[in-house]
C-alpha cells in the first residue's frame, strides 16, 4: 500500500515539475511576440497575458516558481526576455522593462490565488485584473526610478497598454474559467 501512495506521489511531483518548467517555456515564447511602440521603451508582448494565464491555470505557489524559473533563466543569460530591448541576462531587470519583469512571480501568484477550481467569470476577472495591475505597478515603479517622474512614467509604462490590458482581460476570462478546473485537479 505504500508502495502506491508513494509512485502517486512521484506523479504529482513529476507533474508539478512539468507545469512549472512549461509555465516558464510559455512566458519565453510570448516574450517573442514583441511590438516597439513609439514614445516608449516598453515594447507590447504577449508576455502579460501568458503570466496571468500561468498563474492561473497552476495556481498561486506553482505560478509563482514558474515565474521564478523564467527569471532565473533569463538573468542567467538565456534568450527568454524580449528581443527588442537591447540589455542582457541580468542587467535587464535593471532596465526599463525589469519592473514588469520582477512583477511579474507577484502577479502569477495573485491570479493563482484568486481563480479557484470551479471559479465563476466574476472571480476569475477580479484575479486577472488584480495581476494587471501588480505588473502595471512594477513597472511604473520601475520607470518612475529611471525618470524621476511618476506622471512620464505611467505615460511611458501605462497608458499605451490599457486597451490590449482589456484585451487580455475578454480573453483570459472565459479560457481560466474553462480551462483552470481540468488542468488544476491534475496537479
Not at 506521489?9 to 517573442?32: M, T, Y
Not at 520582477?102 to 502577479?107: I, V
Not at 509604462?157 to 483570459?172: E, I, K, Q, R, Y
Amino acid at each position: 500500500m505504500t508502495h502506491v501512495a508513494l509512485d502517486v506521489r512521484r506523479a504529482a511531483f513529476g507533474s508539478r515539475v512539468l507545469a512549472l518548467v512549461s509555465g516558464a517555456v510559455v512566458v519565453a515564447l510570448a516574450a517573442q511576440v514583441s511590438i516597439p511602440l513609439p514614445g516608449t521603451p516598453v515594447p507590447m508582448t504577449l508576455q502579460p497575458m501568458a503570466v496571468l494565464l500561468v498563474g492561473g491555470l497552476l495556481g498561486g505557489p506553482l505560478g509563482a516558481m514558474s515565474m521564478i524559473l523564467y527569471l532565473a533563466m533569463g538573468a542567467a543569460g538565456l534568450p527568454v526576455f524580449t528581443p527588442t530591448v537591447p540589455l542582457l541576462g541580468a542587467a535587464r531587470l535593471f532596465g526599463p522593462t525589469g519592473g514588469y519583469l520582477l512583477a511579474y512571480p507577484l502577479a502569477a501568484y495573485a491570479v493563482g490565488t484568486v481563480v479557484a477550481n470551479g471559479s465563476s467569470a466574476r472571480r476569475v476577472a477580479l484575479g486577472v485584473f488584480a495581476g494587471l495591475v501588480l505588473i502595471h505597478l512594477g513597472g511604473l515603479a520601475q520607470l518612475a526610478i529611471l525618470t524621476g517622474s511618476i506622471s512620464g512614467a505611467a505615460r511611458l509604462a501605462t497608458w499605451p497598454f490599457l486597451l490590449g490590458d482589456f484585451l487580455n482581460l475578454a480573453v483570459l476570462v472565459p479560457v481560466l474559467t474553462k480551462l483552470t478546473p481540468t488542468l488544476r485537479a491534475r496537479l
